[in-house]
């Protein structure tokens, strides 16, 4: 079960273990990704599609191909 006490704590409204959760929600406008490495191209291509405003820690990808196929995703999004 996801543990919801630090976010009670901080005042934040909704928290989820599933980040398409967040990424779909309208009122939510920009999206930090600090998950695990592997999962940050995965996530940065949905938030582009969806239209966020992107921060991600690095290393964006694992790969320099995969870096460059979101990159041009992220750009051929905004």
Known sequence: ALDKSWAERLQIPFISGDSRDIIER??????LIASPSSLHIEQIKAASAAGKAIFCEKPIGLT???????????????
């Not at 309208?26 to 999206?31: G, K, N, Q, R, V």
């Not at 979101?70 to 999004?77: G, H, S």
């Open 64 to 78: 320099e191909e995969s870096i460059q196929e979101a990159l041009t995703r992220v750009e051929a999004n905004h």
């Open 26 to 31: 309208e009122d939510i406008d920009a999206i």
